[in-house]
């Protein structure tokens, strides 16, 4: 079965301290892989966009990595303004209808 | 530009009501999609319309209509609403059907 999965489910990290988030995914036949942001009461926010195996994405304290079932979103250096539920999903199917993970809530403490 | 508009912001509505949810964009995206969002879980799609006049199902469409008349407007419109509808629901918009969506602020919709 398609399906997207994130890992954890939630992260509390101190101010400054760096750590990953996972997305691994069984699709076959990677089309894209999309993370987002969404904060409290928002929708969801465009990040990245990584399209094959070992290709890196960097946006200020983010970096996202992608291999061949897996995908991870490096956190350097956290600010309290970082934490938000960061979701990852890919297209599926003919009509590229994207399937999503559940999201890792990250709260970072100052 | 407003990007991605929708109203309402809240709702609340009695079992076997019916409403419709209104989207908006402001960016010339022939791509649009209407989500539901339930804790703990990832975002399901419900409709999506790659441009005026053409809409189709998504992962989950029952209970939900649809309409694309115009580029810019994308309604959802639940017929006789159910507990089940109880979620939070976006509308997005992108250039292109592979390319980054752009998110309205959401629906926060409870059935009672």
């Known amino acids: 079965e398609d399906q997207v999965t994130q890992s954890p489910e939630a992260l509390r990290l101190q101010e400054g301290e760096s750590s990953s988030l996972n997305c691994s995914y069984t699709v076959s036949g990677l089309r894209g892989l999309f993370w987002y942001r969404q904060d409290p009461g928002k929708g969801p926010e465009f990040l990245f966009t990584?399209?094959?195996?070992?290709e890196e994405k960097e946006k200020e304290r983010l970096k996202a990595t992608l291999t061949k079932k897996e995908s991870f979103l490096h956190i350097t250096a956290p600010k309290p303004e970082d934490s938000a539920t960061y979701l990852c999903a890919t297209p599926l199917g003919s009509n590229y209808q994207l399937i999503w993970g559940a999201g890792t809530k990250l709260i970072i403490k100052p | 530009n407003a990007g991605v508009t929708q109203t309402p912001k809240f709702r609340i509505l009695k079992i076997g009501q019916s409403m419709t949810l209104q989207c908006t964009q402001d960016?010339?995206?022939?791509?649009m999609y209407w989500y539901r969002q339930d804790p703990g879980m990832g975002l399901k799609l419900i409709y999506y319309s790659v441009g005026a006049g053409i809409t189709d199902k998504g992962e989950v469409p029952n209970g939900y209509n649809v309409s694309r008349s115009t580029t810019e407007d994308f309604p959802l419109r639940l017929e006789l609403a159910a507990p089940s509808q109880t979620s939070v629901y976006f509308c997005?918009?992108?250039?292109?059907?592979?390319?980054?969506?752009?998110f309205g602020p959401g629906t926060r919709l409870t059935v009672t």
């Open positions: 960016m010339n995206h022939n791509y």
């Open positions: 990584l399209y094959s195996a070992g």
């Open positions: 997005a918009s992108s250039r292109g059907i592979s390319y980054e969506q752009y």
